[in-house]
C-alpha cells in the first residue's frame, strides 16, 4: 500500500502556487531513501511571477523605516522560536540529521541571527556629511540593492536560508529565494512563517532544479544574485550575471586546514576535531577535513583519531547518540565512496572507509593517512565524513601546504605557543582562522573566503552591508 506523498508548493506574491506548468519532482528522506513529498519544478512562468510579485513589493519595502523593518524581523524571530518543533520535523525529514542535534544546534543560532540583522538594520554607519569642496555639503547614502535572487544549499536548507533573507530583507530589499531540489520542506515552511509578518511579495519561495536557479539568475529583474553551493555552481551564476552586470555574492566550497603543532594537548584536539570534521555527515565548508600534524606527535595523534571515530555513530534521526546522520542523496554517497575507492597505494584507510546499513545513505566516520599534497582527497573537496591527516615537518612547510589548495574558507591552528598561532593566523590565506578550536560561527564576525571559496560575506555588519549600495548626494550651501 503506497504511501500518499505530501504536496508542497511554491510561495509567490502572498500565496502558496503549484507550478504554472504542473510539473513536480519527488523529494527523498536521505534517512530512509524513500519519497515522502513533491514540490514544484518550476520553470520561466514561476520565476517571471515571483520576480514580478519582488519587483512591485520593492519600493514599498524599501520606503519602510529601519525601525518598521526590525519589528518585521524581530516577529519573524519569534515566529521561528514559536513553530520551532514544526521547523525541526521539516529539516529533519529533508536531511535525515539528528533530531536532538538540529533542535540545539540549529534553532537557536538561527532565532539568533535574525535577531541581529534586525538590529542590523538600525545601524547602518557611513561617512559623516561634510564639505570636502568649498560650498559644497557631501553626505553618502546607503541603500538596499533592489530585488535578490538567492540560492541556498541542501547541507543546512533551514539556516543557510535565514543567512540569505534575513541582512536582505534588513537592508530593505526584497527576496526571491530558491532551496535546493533535494531540500525544499523547510524552506517552504519558513515562506508560511515569514509570508504571515511581511507585505505580500516582499519574500518569495520557488522550487525547483539547476534550471530554475539558472532562470532566476539570468532573469532582467534581479539587482543581485547570492548562492550558497559548489564552485561550479558558483562560477556558473558568475558567469550569467556578467551578462548583466549584476552583483554577485558567492559562499562556495571549502578544504578547512586543521594544523596541529607538537605543544597540543593530543586528547582534547582530537576530540574537538572529530566533533568539528564529522558534525552534519562532514557535509560543511568549514569542516575539519584536512589535517596537517607534526611529524613527532603523527602517529599517536593519528591512533587517537582513529579510535574517536570508531567511537562516533551514525544512524537515524531519533537515536540520541548519533552525532550525525545520512548523506544528502545518492549521488553525494557515490562521490564520498569514490573518493575511497580511488585512494592511492600509499594511502592507509585507519577507520571507517564504507557504507553504513542499507537503508539510507549513511557512511562510516572515516580516518585517511599517509597522504601526498598533490593526492585527489587532499586537494578535492569530498564533502562527507572523511578526515585525511598529513604530516609535516616545520611552520613553513604547514603553511606552505595549508595554502596550497583552490579553497579558502576557513582554517585552524593548534598549539599554545601564542606567537606561532598568531604568525599563522596572518599567514594562512583563509577568511577565517580558528586557534585551538574549529568551526564556531557567531552572528557578529563575518564568514565567508577568498579564491574559489567565492567572495562577499554572510552574517556580520559586513554581510548586511553586502546587501545596500553607495550613493554620493552633493549639495550646494548658495541655496
Known amino acids: 500500500m503506497s504511501t500518499e506523498l505530501r504536496r508542497l508548493r511554491n510561495y509567490i506574491d502572498g500565496e502558496f502556487r503549484d507550478a504554472a506548468d504542473g510539473r513536480t519532482t519527488e523529494v527523498v528522506n536521505p534517512a530512509t531513501g524513500e519519497a515522502y513529498a513533491t514540490a514544484p519544478l518550476s520553470g520561466q512562468a514561476d520565476v517571471d511571477a515571483a520576480m514580478a510579485a519582488a519587483a512591485a513589493a520593492f519600493p514599498a519595502w524599501r520606503d519602510t523605516t529601519p525601525a518598521e523593518r526590525q519589528k518585521a524581523l524581530l516577529k519573524i524571530a519569534d515566529a521561528f522560536e514559536e513553530r520551532a518543533e514544526e521547523l ?22 538561527m532565532v539568533d541571527q535574525i535577531r541581529f540583522f534586525a538590529g ?42 535565514v543567512w540569505k533573507f534575513a541582512p536582505a530583507l534588513a537592508a530593505g530589499n ?19 512563517i515569514v509570508g504571515s509578518v511581511l507585505p505580500k511579495g516582499v519574500f518569495n519561495v520557488i522550487c525547483g532544479d539547476r534550471d530554475t536557479g539558472r532562470l532566476m539568475v539570468e532573469h532582467e529583474t534581479p539587482a543581485m544574485a547570492s548562492i550558497t553551493g559548489s564552485v561550479r555552481a558558483g562560477m556558473s551564476v558568475a558567469e550569467s550575471a556578467s551578462k548583466d552586470l549584476k ?17 597540543t594537548d593530543i586528547d582534547k584536539a582530537v576530540g574537538d576535531i572529530a566533533m568539528a570534521g ?26 587517537a583519531l582513529a579510535k574517536a571515530a570508531e567511537d562516533t ?16 542523496n545518492p549521488n553525494q554517497l557515490k562521490q564520498v565512496a569514490g573518493f575511497i575507492e580511488r585512494l592511492p597505494a600509499h594511502a592507509k584507510v585507519e577507520a571507517g572507509g564504507h557504507q553504513v546499513g542499507d537503508k539510507g545513505y549513511f557512511y562510516a566516520p572515516t580516518v585517511v593517512s599517509g597522504l601526498k599534497q598533490d593526492d585527489e582527497i587532499i586537494q578535492k573537496e569530498v ?27 576557513a582554517s585552524s591552528v593548534w598549539t599554545k605557543d601564542h606567537s606561532r598561532a598568531m604568525r599563522m593566523s596572518k599567514k594562512l ?45 552633493m549639495t550646494s550651501l548658495d541655496g
Not at 564533502?383 to 596550497?404: L, R, Y
Open 383 to 409: 564533502f562527507g565524513p572523511v578526515i585525511t591527516v598529513q604530516s609535516f615537518t616545520d611552520e613553513d612547510q604547514a603553511v606552505e601546504w595549508a595554502n596550497g589548495v583552490e579553497y579558502a574558507l
Open 247 to 263: 552583483r554577485v555574492h558567492l559562499e562556495l566550497g571549502g578544504k578547512a586546514p586543521v594544523v596541529v603543532f607538537e605543544d
Open 88 to 109: 525541526i520535523a521539516a529539516e529533519v525529514e529533508n536531511t535525515g540529521k539528528p533530531i536532538g542535534l538540529t533542535r540545539s544546534e540549529e534553532i537557536p543560532p
Open 174 to 192: 526584497t527576496v526571491v529565494l530558491k532551496p535546493s531540489d533535494t531540500t525544499p520542506a523547510s524552506t517552504v515552511l519558513i515562506a508560511d
Open 429 to 473: 590565506d583563509f577568511g577565517c582562522v580558528w586557534i585551538n578550536t574549529h568551526i564556531p560561527l557567531v552572528a557578529e564576525m563575518p564568514h565567508g573566503g577568498f579564491k574559489k571559496s567565492g567572495y562577499g560575506k554572510d552574517l556580520s555588519a559586513y554581510g548586511f552591508e553586502d546587501y545596500t549600495r553607495i550613493k554620493h548626494v
Open 120 to 161: 542590523a538594520a538600525r545601524m547602518l554607519e557611513g561617512r559623516s556629511a561634510g564639505e570636502y569642496m568649498e560650498g559644497l555639503t557631501s553626505i553618502v547614502r546607503r541603500e538596499p540593492i533592489g530585488v535578490c535572487a538567492q540560492v541556498a544549499p541542501w547541507n543546512y536548507p533551514m539556516m543557510m536560508a
Open 313 to 328: 555513530k551514525t544512524g537515524q534521526p531519533d537515536d540520541e547518540d548519533v552525532l550525525y546522520g545520512p548523506l544528502n
Open 278 to 303: 564529522y558534525f552534519n555527515a562532514g557535509q560543511d565548508c568549514t569542516a575539519a577535513t584536512r589535517v596537517l600534524v607534526h611529524e613527532s606527535i603523527h602517529d599517536a595523534f593519528v591512533s
